[in-house]
Structure formats: structure tokens, C-alpha cells
């Protein structure tokens, strides 16, 4: 490893990326990898899962970046700079940064001052700093922002080159304004509302956009009563407007309730390119509006609160691109009075309109034809990564040990026609087998790759489980098992 050249040590380590604790180690191995890092890890120096509070040294490098002037400046000003005398550094670290988090800008500076005037000086420094060393700034992370950086001189031509804006919804309109006349080709927006308000400065931003590609809306727990006016409806009318040219669309609302439909089902029958689907409520789950929900490149679908009826009309309109159907769909097992013949449908429109399907949550009842469109799926879709199994009883009359015998036949089936590519099951809530048929099914997963199991059943935190469970792991069969809560469990993000 230490004698690879430097080409292929960077296309090794941007596999690293957001991996700082690896990233970090490879910097002590030699000068080649240390050079090849540096790079790398200053790209986005703020993205990495670290304690900034208590990193000084981070503020001496961007400090020593400072003009003598500047420095006698903040000196008068009561500002207590590092008293190292500074040696000369070994790289032009600003010069590999493309990115700005101004929260963690914040978090640094405050190391050295508590007192708000002093932070205000520093901070108006190191802006000025960044917007004339960074050569091509592609990440805004504009949270908690005091200071109106589109003034700055060099900002326009910084601003300009600008990829993916990050944002909420309390910030003054007047800096949506600033950055709308030069931020004119963002590829990603994020946006954490935050607030009961609308905000016309975001609605601006949108509407000069012309190259918008991902759009995410996430509703914080804000608290408040009473909306003085509606938060969504002036920048959902903008991106509206953008619909069409969207590939990746997140949304989460709090108060869907105060949403205007009628602008919610236009902007889903206009995304013509969407390949990325994630939201939590539609807001106008009519199957005649649905029907009309054409994607044909859609490669993700993950939804919060729909039933798996109104999932498979949006399966079948589909392109046949599909590589991840999550929902979650536990409470509506207790509220759709056709859930059994509903879930069949849900498994055929599966099996028949994703055969490339890697990531899947499957709700349906423990019975004959169950069992047998279940072992259809599996043998059609042979790419299945992840399974997360939800089960249910509660539409059928039976004895504990018939339960049982269920939950048998599907790890029976799973064993028989689980296609190769399967690493990961999920088993959901009351999930749980016999010891004698846990072990028997990990006997005969042993000519499988390593499997991982999460599961919200405690039963596998018995003794006798886990002893079972370690021995597994140890001869490779198992590669984890887990207990976690149940919204861990159904949460595809979420990882083992």
C-alpha cells in the first residue's frame, strides 16, 4: 500500500471521504498519503463528526492566514489572538476548501472569545478570508449566518460557482435577496423550516434557479399555535415551477394540514424526471389523483404515512428503475379493512415492476397465498439487498403454535429462494421463532454470505439467544444481530 502512486492513493481515499477517523490515520503513514489527504479532508473540512469546540488548531490555521494589519486590528480591538509565533505552513489548506459551514465557523471562533462583538470581528475576518482564498466554493452551509457575505468584493465571483445551498427559514428575506442576484445555478437547496412564516426570500431564491436538481424541505419542531400566514404555499408556487426538472425531491411536514392540496398535486404530477421520492405525507391520497403519478425514473420511493394500496398504484406507473421501496406501513395494518388482499397486490406489483429492487419493507399476512406470491418475489428479484419483514396476526384466527409454524415457513422460504445478493433481513416487532428454528435456519445459511439481523423483538436478548447468536457469529454465518427500537428497525437509513 505504501508504495501505490498517487493517483490511485486519492481514488482509495475519496472512497474515505466521510470517513475522517481513517482519513486521519493515513495522514501519520507517510508524506506521499499525507499530501494525497490533505486534500481531501479540506475539501469539506467541517462535514466530519468531530468536537470543533475543542479544536484550537483549526482556528490557528485559518488565523494565520490573516494579514499583519488585520491582526493588529482585532489585537486593538481586545481580541486575543494565539500568541504562537506561526511557522510557515506545510500546505495552502483554503486553497483545497470548496465548502462554508457557518455554524462550525461559529463554533471555532468562540473558542478563542464568549464576547459577541469580538466573535462578529472574527467572523467578518475569516469570511472575507474565505471568499478570497477559495478558488471554487461549492457548499453554503448559510445556518446561523450574522453577516451578509454576498457584499464581500470577491463574493460574486465565489458565489457564482455555487452547487448546493443549505438553509432555514429564520434568516432575513433581505440575504435570500443578496444571494438570488448572483446564486443562479444551484444543483441542491436544503431548507429546515423553522418558523410559522413564509419566507419571500426564499420563494426568490427558487424562482431564479435553472438548474435545480434536488430540493429537501424539513419542518423542525417549531412551536407556536396559530399560523400568522401559510409557512409553504409562497415558495412550493416557485418550485412548482421547477418540477420538471427535479431528479431528487425530500419532504417532511409537521403541519400538512395547513398545506394547499391543490399545489401539492401539481407539483407531483409535473415530476416528469424524479428518480428520488422521499416524503411523509401527500396530503391527497385520492386514487384518482395517483393514477395519474407517472415516474418513470424513479429509483427510490420511501414514504412515511401511506397505505400499501396507494404505494402500489405509484409502483405500477413506475418505469421499471426502482432499487428501494420503504414505507412504513405497521399502522395500517390495523386500519385497512382489505389489508390481506391488499398486500398480495402490493407483493405481485413488486415482483413485477422492480426487478431491480435492492431495498425493500414488505407488509403482508402469514398465510397459504401470502407465502407463496412472498417466494415468487424473491426468485424474480435478484438484486434484494435488504429485506425488512412486517408481519401481522391481526386479521387471522390462530394458536400460538400456528403463528409459530408461520413464522417457520417464511425463514423455511427464505432459506429455499433468497437470492444471493441478500446481506441484510429485518425482522419487525412480534417477530419471534423457537430456538431449535433459529439455529436450524443458520445452519443452513452457512453456504450464504454473512447475514446481519435487526430485529425490535427483546425475546433475542435472552441468554440462550445470544448464546446461540455468538456462535454464529463466530464460524461467520451471522455478521451482526441486533436488537434496536422499532423506528430504528423500519427506518432504512438507519444502519447496522
Known amino acids: 500500500m505504501a508504495k501505490l502512486n498517487k493517483d490511485i492513493l486519492f481514488l482509495i481515499f475519496e472512497e474515505l471521504q466521510v470517513d475522517s477517523t481513517s482519513l486521519f490515520s493515513c495522514l501519520m503513514v507517510n508524506r506521499i498519503w499525507c499530501e494525497t489527504v490533505i486534500p481531501i479532508l479540506w475539501r469539506n473540512p467541517w462535514c466530519y463528526d468531530i468536537n470543533y469546540s475543542n479544536k484550537n488548531y483549526l482556528f490557528m490555521i485559518i488565523a494565520s492566514y490573516l494579514s499583519d494589519d488585520i491582526k493588529e486590528f482585532l489585537t486593538r480591538q481586545g481580541i486575543q489572538l494565539p500568541s504562537v509565533s506561526f511557522q510557515p505552513l506545510l500546505f495552502d489548506y483554503l486553497s483545497f476548501c470548496r465548502s462554508i459551514n457557518v455554524n462550525t465557523l461559529n463554533t471555532i471562533i468562540s473558542i478563542v472569545s464568549s464576547l459577541a462583538y469580538n466573535q462578529f470581528l472574527l467572523q467578518q475576518e475569516f469570511y472575507f478570508l474565505f471568499m478570497k482564498k477559495v478558488p471554487d466554493l461549492k457548499y453554503l452551509d448559510m445556518n446561523l449566518i450574522k453577516h451578509q ?57 427558487i424562482e431564479v434557479q435553472k438548474n435545480l436538481k434536488y430540493f ?30 427535479l431528479n431528487h425531491l425530500k419532504l417532511f411536514f409537521l403541519y400538512i394540514d395547513s398545506f394547499d392540496y391543490t399545489i401539492m398535486q401539481r407539483l407531483f404530477q409535473k415530476l416528469h424526471n424524479i428518480k428520488t421520492l422521499k416524503f411523509n405525507d401527500f396530503g391527497f391520497n385520492t386514487r384518482s389523483i395517483l393514477k395519474t403519478l407517472v415516474y418513470n425514473d424513479l429509483e427510490i420511493l420511501n414514504i412515511d404515512y401511506f397505505t400499501i394500496d396507494e404505494t402500489s398504484i ?134 450464504r454470505p454473512a447475514l446481519s439481523i435487526l430485529t425490535s423483538n427483546s425475546i433475542y436478548e435472552g441468554e440462550d439467544y445470544k448464546n446461540l447468536i455468538n456462535k454464529y457469529k463466530n464460524n461467520g454465518v451471522i455478521k451482526s444481530f441486533k436488537f434496536e427500537s422499532f423506528v430504528n428497525v423500519e427506518d432504512m437509513n438507519f444502519k447496522i
Open 149 to 205: 457575505i454576498f457584499y464581500i468584493p470577491e463574493a460574486k465571483n465565489r458565489l457564482e460557482s455555487l452547487c448546493e445551498l443549505k438553509c432555514d427559514t429564520s434568516i432575513d428575506p433581505s440575504y435570500f435577496y443578496g444571494l438570488a442576484r448572483i446564486c443562479q445555478y444551484l444543483q441542491r437547496l436544503i431548507i429546515d423550516n423553522v418558523t410559522s412564516k413564509s419566507n419571500s426570500g426564499i420563494a426568490k431564491l
Open 216 to 245: 429537501e424541505w424539513t419542518d423542525d419542531n417549531f412551536n407556536f399555535n396559530y399560523f400568522t400566514d401559510d409557512p409553504y404555499k409562497e415558495a412550493f408556487l416557485e418550485l412548482e415551477k421547477k418540477a420538471g426538472f
Open 314 to 447: 405509484i409502483i405500477e406507473n413506475s418505469g421499471g428503475h426502482l432499487k428501494e421501496v420503504s414505507l412504513k406501513p405497521y399502522n395500517f395494518i390495523y386500519e385497512d379493512d382489505n389489508f390481506s388482499e391488499n398486500s398480495l397486490i402490493f407483493i405481485r406489483r413488486i415482483y413485477e415492476n422492480c426487478p431491480l429492487i435492492e431495498y425493500l419493507s414488505l407488509a403482508f399476512l402469514p398465510s397459504k397465498n401470502h407465502f407463496i406470491e412472498f417466494e415468487k418475489l424473491l426468485q424474480v428479484c435478484q438484486n434484494l439487498k435488504l429485506l425488512l419483514l412486517i408481519t401481522s396476526n391481526y386479521y387471522v384466527d390462530e394458536t400460538e403454535n400456528e403463528i409459530l409454524k408461520n413464522r417457520e415457513e417464511i425463514l423455511k422460504i427464505l432459506i429455499k429462494s433468497a437470492p444471493t445478493n441478500l446481506r441484510e433481513i429485518r425482522f419487525f416487532n412480534e417477530f419471534n421463532v423457537s430456538l431449535e428454528v433459529l439455529e436450524e435456519f443458520l445452519e443452513k445459511w452457512r453456504d
